[in-house]
């Protein structure tokens, strides 16, 4: 089963430069979310969709913007990358709003030199 | 339990016992808790739920343990095998904040053979 897939796996970027990480799922799930994770941090979270054309801000949206024209993807763009957003990037959906399990894709690691 | 600064909190255990493994969590209106494996270069991966309106949940050699008096929640892992070593990650959902995941740190389970 496709579930979440996230786009590329790896990506190298100079400090500046605006990069756009994908996430696309199969399931119709009606909420996504991005997460970034650094060591000592844990998973935090940048935004969330609760639909289509509908996004919200998590704990740490600055330097990011999302939009989801479709369901089933939901992309995040880093307008002018900085070196604190070096990171693993998890994109993760869900099908309810509440008491159901996300489910995370396998991550993109980003480097910013 | 939660880690302090940039190292994981780490178990390790002999292939066959079985794993205990803690989580503390931050809100009395949590609802809902999840628990979540890890592997490296892999997004997290959903093992198993729990309502607060149960204080027990099994599921394949893991049972989760709720308790919310002192807001402790426990992942037990039977007959402990070197495929589950991982990173453990315990998560909550706070009605308080609409429904959003809030994760632990995480605790590094490492399995000897």
């Known amino acids: 089963d496709a579930g979440i897939t996230q786009s590329p796996r790896y990506k190298i970027t100079e400090t500046g430069r605006q990069v756009t990480l994908m996430c696309h799922q199969t399931w119709s799930h009606s909420y996504m979310f991005w997460y970034r994770q650094d060591l000592g941090h844990g998973l935090r979270l940048i935004y969330y969709?609760?639909?289509?054309?509908?996004?919200d801000k998590g704990e740490v949206p600055d330097g990011y913007v999302v939009s989801r024209s479709k369901t089933e993807n939901f992309p995040l763009t880093l307008e002018s990358a900085t070196r604190s957003q070096t990171s693993v990037y998890f994109c993760?959906?869900?099908?309810?709003?509440?008491?159901?399990?996300?489910?995370f894709g396998n991550g993109t690691r980003l480097t910013v030199t | 339990g939660e880690s302090v600064g940039l190292h994981l909190p780490t178990l390790s255990v002999q292939e066959g016992d079985n794993s205990i493994i803690n989580c503390a969590y931050s809100n009395s209106a949590s609802d809902y808790f999840i628990w979540y494996k890890q592997e490296s270069g892999k997004g997290p991966q959903f093992i198993i739920d729990i309502r607060s309106n149960m204080d027990k949940r099994q599921g394949q050699r893991v049972t989760v343990l709720l308790n919310k008096t002192v807001k402790h929640l426990s992942l037990q892992i039977a007959a402990t095998q070197p495929g589950d070593s991982a990173v453990y990650f315990c998560?909550?959902?706070?009605?308080?904040?609409?429904?959003?995941?809030?994760f632990g740190q995480g605790t590094e389970l490492s399995v000897k053979p």
């Open positions: 998560a909550e959902n706070n009605n308080n904040q609409g429904g959003k995941l809030i």
């Open positions: 993760a959906s869900r099908v309810g709003e509440r008491a159901s399990p996300l489910h």
């Open positions: 969709s609760a639909a289509a054309d509908i996004t």
